[in-house]
């Protein structure tokens, strides 16, 4: 597959011209929303990655491969690595439009999509991210998507304090007229720097993605054909493994999905063989997700704020993928991971921002905030695993719950019951004891 893409890669402008001109059924080419009535037509998935210039074929890390660094690089790499937790040193010699190996599924290249799919608003939060990962995010997306269907990047700048984030991006970024950067006076933290973002989108869908990543060709249009077909999915690429250390991209099984284990601990788990082979699975069709990784996703703009968006009482990070993976699914939606599109993500040993107020404290008071609102008597599995502290309200103030449960009320969302016998069914959940206590 190092072949196929490289050559898309040489002639990134050309195929892509190509490709368009090919598309069966296209209509008018960008997709025609005037008052025309026009049936609509498919095509194949875009294999879109358009650079600027040629890439250079033996520039390290080129196609996501291994760069193993001469052991008289050591102290440099040791020197900054705490910049951003992973080998800042190699990140900085690797092209910032580097190509990856396309790691789909053979038969994704043959899925066919609308022509007529909705524009998306791509939202990147940051806070002194480094330079060279914020700008291989930025540059994938600009390269990968068909442009008709992105509406704009936004940048959402959460008080970063290193200097290369100010007028230096500005600048780099001025070159790309989609892409536009708002500042946060002061540190709102990702759940805030999100919604600060949705607020001012202008694209009908929102995509969110972390600021160290590399999308993978094709990888927009799977996400927003789940849209198109029901508003309320909210697909989620396959979130692939972008080394820390060698910076390569590493291809991740399929059938993984998003779970949680009490208290309320997201992890990856197998979609179950029985579900595989009772739904006659395969590589390409979308996994149900009973609970989202919360980094990267795709979401109807309208149905986002219709949900509420994210609970504005809930603090700079932690808990915000729960929330919204149980208010989607309770509340008549539903949550996919999405075979054919993939996204690598540097995954790092520890989070390098540092929380306004204790960390520990913040994510505990967002569980709790979810517990209350959305687990009804299950949230004492929840207190029960180690969080009774959270009951004296002398130790934690989490916040006033009301407009929350309204919101839950209006949407007419289901039971926490309802959600783990039908989304979730193979969660081993304990009795539960109205004192708050677990038994097995």
Known sequence: YLHQTHVRDANGKKKEEEEEEGRPNAGPRWGNHSGAVRKPGVHKVLSLDATHAPRDPHAVGQFGQAVLLPGSRDAEVRRRWDEGHFNVYLSDQIPVDRAVPDTRPEMCSQSLVHDDLPTTTVIFCFVDEVWSTLLRSVHSVLNRSPPHLLKEIILVDDASTKDHLKEQL????????????????????????????????????????????????????????????????????????????????????????????WPLVFGWSPVPEDVIKKNNMKVTDPIRCPVMAGGLFSIDKKYFFELGAY?????VWGGENMEISFKIWMCG??????PCSRVGHIFRGQNPYKFPKDRQKTVERNLARVAEVWLDEYKDLFYGHGYQHLLDKKVIDIGNLTEQIELRKRLKCKSFKWYLENVFPDMDTPVVKAEGLVCG
């Open 333 to 338: 939606g539903e949550i996919e991971i999405i």
């Open 170 to 261: 500005d600048e780099y970024m001025s070159q790309f007229p989609k892409v536009r950067i708002i500042r946060l006076k002061e540190r709102q933290g990702l759940i805030r720097a999100r919604l600060a973002g949705a607020a001012v989108a202008k694209g009908e869908v929102l995509t969110f993605l972390d600021s160290h990543i590399e999308c993978n060709v094709g990888w927009l249009e799977p996400l927003l054909e789940r849209v198109y077909l029901d508003r309320k999915k909210v697909p989620c690429p396959v979130i692939e493994v972008i080394s820390d250390k060698d910076m390569s991209y590493l291809l991740v099984d399929n059938f993984q999905r998003g779970i949680f284990k």
């Open 311 to 315: 609970d504005p009482g809930l603090d």
